[in-house]
C-alpha cells in the first residue's frame, strides 16, 4: 500500500474580486508546484460539510477526517481545553475564546482580535491576573491564553451541573444545533448568553449561560484595569479589555480510533490548538515540529522536512497549515495571494523535490472557504487535487476553484474524502 499524504490548507477557497481580474487569491497567485500536481492527478470540489453550511475549523476537520461531525462533535470549546491540557469533564462547560477589544461602554467591540499583534507574554500576563482576580459566585473556573489573542475556557459549577446548550458572547458567531457557524453579518456588540431554543426551562442552561456572562462582566473589569492594557494603550496600540466566548461544550467527543477505522497508522502535525485535539482524540499521534519563527521562507522547507521524514514511520500523515486564513479574515486579499504563494514556493517545492511520488498519494485540499469580501467563512465549495501514485491526469489545467470545478473527481462531501484515499493507495 502506498502512503498518503493529506494537506489542508486553512481558508484556502474564496471568491473572485474585481481588485485580482475576477480571480480568487488562489487563482492570481503563482503556484506552478501544486498546478503540476494537479496537472498529473484528478481534482474536484469538496463541500466539507454539507451544502449550505459555512464551518468552522472544527467540524470540517472532523469530517475532512472522515467521521460524521453531526454524530460525534460535542463542541469547539472541549476540543480546545483538552487539547491544551485542562480537565473537561462530563458537566462541565467549556469555551474557545478571544481577547478583544470594547470601547468605555463594555459593549460596543472595537476589534475582535485585539488588532492581531496581542503577544503571548501580554495574554498570559492577562491570563494571571483573571485566574487571580476573577471568581464567580457558584462555580470555578480555568482560562489559558493559547496562541496569540486566542485562549480556552473551563468553568465548573460548584453545586449544579452545567450544560453546554447555550449561545455565545463572541456575535461573529451562531450556533446551528451543536455546529458553530460563522455569521457573513452581525452587530459589534458583546453578546448576551442564553439557553438555547429548546433549553430555555434547562437548569444546568440556565446556570452556565448567567456563569458565564458574571464571567464576562468581571473578567472584563480586571482587564480594564490592568497594567499590561494601559502600557499597550499608551502605545497606541488596542486594550485586549473583553473576552469573547463561543462554542460551548459539556463533555468530550468519544471518537472511535482513526485506527480502528481505517486500518491506519496516521501521524499529524497541526499548528492550532482545535486541530491538535481533534488529532489526540482520533488517536493520531502528535507530529513534533519547531515554533513558528514567524519567516515563512524559513518555517515552510523545515515543515516539509519533517513531513517527508515522517512519511517513513507513518501509513500516512495529515498536514494543516493555518496560512491563508488569517489574512482573509482581515479582508486583505494580497497578503492572502502571497501566503499561498510562499506555501507553494517553499513547501511543495521542498516536498516533491524528495518525495517518491510513484508511492505516495498526495491529497491538497481546505478545510472551508474564507472569503476576503466578507472577512468570513461561507458556505462555498474548496478545491481538491489527488495526485501521485497511480493515479492517472484526468485534464486538470491547474489548481484552482475554477479548475476543480471541471475535474474528474466532480463534487464530494469532505468525508469521502479518506475512503477515496484510502482506495487509491491500495492500487
Known amino acids: 500500500m502506498k502512503k498518503i499524504l493529506y494537506i489542508v490548507l486553512d481558508g484556502l477557497g474564496d471568491l ?19 498546478d503540476r500536481l494537479a ?15 459555512a464551518p468552522e475549523s472544527d467540524i470540517a476537520v472532523i469530517s475532512l477526517l472522515g467521521y460524521d461531525a453531526h454524530k460525534y462533535y460535542t463542541g469547539r470549546g472541549p476540543l480546545e481545553s483538552f487539547a491544551e491540557g485542562l480537565t473537561v469533564n462530563d458537566a462541565d462547560v467549556a469555551f474557545r475564546v478571544n481577547f ?40 470555578t473556573f480555568d482560562f489559558k491564553n493559547t496562541i496569540g489573542h486566542r485562549g480556552v475556557l473551563v468553568i465548573r459549577g460548584m453545586h449544579s451541573k452545567l450544560s453546554g446548550w447555550i449561545t455565545n458572547t463572541d456575535p461573529a458567531y451562531d450556533r446551528e444545533g451543536v455546529f458553530g457557524v460563522a455569521k457573513e453579518k452581525f ?17 444546568e442552561a440556565k446556570e452556565a449561560a448567567s456563569l458565564l456572562n458574571e ?17 499597550r494603550v499608551s502605545e497606541g496600540k488596542l486594550a485586549g479589555n473583553i473576552i469573547l466566548s463561543r462554542d460551548a461544550g459539556d463533555h468530550l467527543p468519544k471518537f472511535p480510533s482513526i485506527d480502528n477505522i481505517f486500518n491506519l497508522n496516521f501521524g499529524s502535525f497541526v499548528q492550532m490548538p482545535v486541530e491538535k485535539g481533534i488529532a489526540l482524540l482520533t488517536g493520531m499521534e502528535i507530529i513534533k515540529v519547531p515554533d513558528s519563527t514567524g ?26 497549515i493555518k496560512g491563508p486564513d488569517e489574512p482573509a479574515h482581515d479582508g486583505d486579499f494580497l ?27 498526495v491529497a491538497v485540499t481546505a478545510d472551508h472557504s474564507t472569503v476576503c469580501a466578507i ?32 475535474g474528474s473527481i466532480g463534487e464530494i462531501f469532505g468525508r469521502d474524502i479518506m475512503p477515496l484515499l484510502i482506495r487509491l493507495a491500495k492500487e
Open 375 to 406: 472577512k468570513a467563512h461561507s458556505a462555498d465549495p474548496v478545491p481538491l487535487l489527488v495526485s501521485g501514485g497511480n493515479v492517472g491526469p484526468d485534464g486538470s489545467l491547474g489548481f484552482s476553484e475554477k479548475a476543480a470545478k471541471l
Open 215 to 231: 464571567f464576562t462582566q468581571k473578567s472584563h473589569k480586571i482587564l480594564n484595569e490592568s497594567l499590561v492594557n494601559k502600557k
Open 100 to 139: 478583544a477589544t470594547v470601547a468605555e461602554d463594555g459593549k460596543t467591540i472595537k476589534d475582535r482580535r485585539v488588532g492581531r499583534n496581542l503577544t503571548t507574554d501580554e495574554a498570559t500576563a492577562l491570563s494571571k491576573e483573571i485566574n487571580s482576580k476573577v471568581t464567580l459566585s457558584n462555580a
Open 16 to 34: 473572485p474580486l474585481k481588485e485580482l481580474g475576477n480571480k480568487t487569491p488562489l487563482e492570481a497567485a503563482f503556484t506552478p508546484n501544486m
Open 187 to 203: 452587530d459589534n456588540l458583546v453578546s448576551v448568553s442564553v439557553p438555547m431554543p429548546g433549553y430555555e426551562n434547562s437548569k
Open 295 to 320: 519567516h515563512l521562507d524559513v518555517d515552510y522547507p523545515v515543515w516539509a522536512k519533517v513531513a517527508l521524514e515522517s512519511l517513513k514511520k507513518y501509513d500516512g500523515i495529515y498536514v494543516h
Open 335 to 361: 497578503k492572502k495571494k502571497d501566503i499561498i504563494e510562499a506555501i507553494d514556493k517553499y513547501f511543495f517545492s521542498n516536498l516533491l523535490a524528495k518525495l517518491d511520488i510513484n508511492n505516495t498519494v
Open 39 to 53: 496537472q498529473k492527478g484528478r481534482t474536484g470540489v469538496v463541500y466539507p460539510v454539507a451544502k449550505g453550511i
